[in-house]
């Protein structure tokens, strides 16, 4: 029993002693907040998601409070509930969505999903009193304009931009795995918009000296005027890996498949999930890759054709029908009986998805505002009633001016 005892005693007292030395290793107890408020410049593509860790706050303060502000010293937004617990499913959330709706709150970070340009501002940790200890200075990019520059048909990236002090430039993010294997696939690294300038404030702390996104708050506007004209760029190159040996489909499954080969003919095995949709002809259509962000590498193909970025990214050819636009998703302007088929997606080189799609002529279609040719059928109506109106009154207007002025010509003479 003495024996026993002794090695409960033992095991309990290096529990003991592992438990504080995981309470030594505290990040807040580490990270000392500073006397002066900085703000850490981070700039991101639209529709990303990120995440802004609180790196310190005094020890005594349970929950974290996240504020808002579009310009320093402008109206301020609450972007928590005072007790720090909101919870966002990322699947939810949808472009456009407000930013309040599109945030969650975790072990103190802040997560934001889907990011658009509007976001863009300066983001406080803080308590409920409004006392702040750690600030962020985010710069959302847009990615309309971005320019796709392609290595295998020999373009180069822009060249940085000198106007007196005042350097423009492009910084890329790190290549991304191959969007393909076991056949040529590509790969690409995204690049955004930075510049280096004296002229910075110095309230914003930078990974280099005098350097920071081009939409920063420490930019002055007649600098920002200055690099408006250089947008995001994209890099895009080919590559090719060989696939990992997985098995995708269950035992259960194939067990089936085997006997069902033995009478007859063996039949078809999905290599990933097939989900089946059926779209009006003449109509739009958008795929999206199921668990894909922008940043991650997404391929698509159809049956046995691949659809690479060189010949379908957007702004290739402002004529295609079928296009991949910069958060990755399949756009088909209008469908035709050609467009049947199984469309698959691959996230990060691997196949995770497909979709086999189906056509009809005929079926109620249910008019939706969601629908962006019913949006644009409405915006276009809503144009023209206005043009219409617009000249009625300013033909009326002319004639009663004119009347008032005695200006009506003399056609009896």
């Known amino acids: 029993m003495n024996l026993a005892h002794t090695i409960v005693l033992l095991w309990t007292w ?8 995981v309470e030594k290793e505290n990040i807040f107890q580490r990270t000392p907040c500073p006397a002066f408020l900085m703000f850490d410049n981070a ?8 995440e802004l860790p609180c790196h310190c706050k005094p020890e005594e303060v349970s929950a974290v409070v996240w504020y808002y502000q ?24 949808r472009v456009g969505s407000d930013l309040l709706v599109r945030f969650s709150i ?6 934001v999903f889907r990011a658009q340009p509007e976001d863009s501002g300066l983001y406080f ?3 409920r009193k409004g006392d702040y200890f750690y600030a962020y200075d985010v710069d959302i990019q847009s990615s309309e304009g971005m320019v796709a520059t392609f290595k295998d048909l020999g373009q180069e990236p822009f060249a940085d931009e000198y106007r007196g002090s005042l350097r423009v430039f492009t910084t890329f993010w790190e290549w991304t795995p191959c ?7 590509e790969q690409w690294r995204i690049g ?3 510049l280096q300038s004296p002229d910075l404030s110095p ?3 930078k990974t280099l000296p005098d350097v920071v996104s081009c939409g920063s708050r420490a930019v002055p506007r007649k600098l920002q005027a200055k690099a408006r004209g250089h947008t995001p760029e994209l890099l895009v190159q080919s590559c090719r890996v060989p696939c990992k040996n997985t098995t995708t489909t269950r035992k259960g499954v194939m067990a089936i498949f085997n006997y069902v080969s033995k009478v007859g003919s063996r039949p078809w095995v999905p290599q990933v999930p097939i989900q089946f949709h059926q779209q009006r002809l003449g109509h739009r259509l958008i795929i999206s890759c199921p668990g894909a962000r922008p940043e991650h590498a997404v391929a698509w193909d159809k049956d046995q054709q691949y659809f690479y970025r060189t010949q379908y990214l957007k702004g290739v050819n402002r004529s295609m029908r079928v296009f991949i636009d910069h958060g990755n998703h399949l756009h088909i302007r209008f469908t035709q009986l050609d467009d049947r088929g199984i469309y698959y997606c691959w996230r990060q080189g691997v196949r995770v998805a497909g979709f086999r799609l189906g056509l009809t002529s005929r079926g109620p279609y249910k008019v939706s505002f969601s629908d962006p040719e019913v949006r644009s059928a409405v915006e276009l109506t809503l144009i023209g009633y206005l043009l219409i109106t617009a000249i009625f009154v300013t033909t009326h207007l002319c004639r009663c001016c004119c009347y008032s002025f005695r200006c009506y010509p003399n056609f009896s003479r």
């Open 192 to 194: 955004l918009c930075y």
């Open 125 to 127: 940790c803080g308590t």
């Open 203 to 205: 309230r914003y702390r």
């Open 106 to 111: 975790r072990m103190f970070s802040l997560l």
């Open 179 to 185: 969007d393909r294997c076991g056949v040529r696939g």
């Open 70 to 93: 579009k310009h320093l010293g402008t109206s301020t937004k609450v972007l928590t509930d005072f007790d720090g617990q909101v919870m966002t499913e990322a699947a939810q959330v």
């Open 14 to 21: 290096g529990s003991l002693q592992a438990f504080e030395i």
């Open 43 to 50: 700039a991101y593509l639209a529709d990303m998601s990120f």
